[in-house]
């Protein structure tokens, strides 16, 4: 059974540019959730999608957004980055109504 | 609030030493905890997890059992191997309460040879 999976592995980009990545959950899961482990700071949650809406999200600016899509897919976009967006963004997946999450292997989005 | 702390790290053993980490937590619900572990350059791996006081998660020699009493969720291994080198993260959820996990800090192990 494949695991979730995150595109791409590495980026770089510019500050006040938009990046988008992208996660595809295990088979059968509907939610997806959205960490960032940024140096020094932890994981820190993001957000929180099932069945397609937006359930909960972190502490953090509206710059960060993201969307699911009919198939459970995910996008997570950054507007606007600042070199504090430097981070490892980990994707995770569950199924509907459990407890446990499963987790990819992440995007190394480092912002110059 | 709802919190995780997990002992300072970097953590260094010799080859089939004993490996305690210790995971206290405060939660306002009834959690959910776990063990991740995260190897150098990748995402995070679910180690074990339990469910309700008094629960028993092991997986792959390592156990942790849910302690209510003292909110507890310590994380042992007989007898490390070098391999077992990565940082290891306690966690909980409370179920309805938002979907988020809430992650300690992460303890560095090191196992030397």
């Known amino acids: 059974e494949a695991g979730v999976t995150q595109s791409p592995t590495h980026l770089i980009k510019t500050r006040g540019q938009q990046v988008t990545l992208r996660c595809s959950p295990i088979?059968?899961?509907?939610?997806v959730y959205w960490y960032q482990q940024a140096l020094g700071l932890g994981l820190q949650f993001l957000l929180w999608?099932?069945?397609?809406?937006?359930?909960n999200r972190g502490n953090f600016p509206p710059r960060f957004s993201g969307r699911q899509f009919p198939n459970y897919s995910s996008e997570l976009n950054v507007n606007a980055l600042e070199l504090e967006d430097s981070a490892l963004y980990l994707c995770a997946s569950g199924g509907r109504g459990a407890d446990t999450q499963y987790f990819g292997p992440g995007t190394r989005l480092t912002v110059l | 609030g709802n919190s995780v702390t997990q002992m300072e790290g970097p953590v260094t053993l010799s080859e089939e030493a004993f490996l305690t980490i210790n995971c206290t937590y405060t939660a306002t619900g009834y959690p959910s905890l776990f063990w991740y572990v995260q190897y150098p350059g990748e995402g995070l791996q679910l180690l074990l997890k339990?469910?309700?006081?008094?629960d028993k998660g092991s997986n792959k020699g390592f156990e942790a059992t849910y302690r209510k009493e003292t909110t507890s969720f310590h994380l042992e291994k007989g007898s490390v191997q070098v391999s077992d080198s990565a940082v290891y993260f306690c966690?909980?959820?409370?179920?309805?309460?938002?979907?988020?996990?809430?992650f300690g800090q992460g303890t560095e192990l090191s196992v030397k040879p």
């Open positions: 339990a469910t309700k006081a008094d």
């Open positions: 966690a909980l959820m409370i179920y309805n309460q938002g979907g988020k996990l809430i």
């Open positions: 088979s059968g899961h509907t939610s």
């Open positions: 999608y099932d069945e397609g809406e937006e359930r």
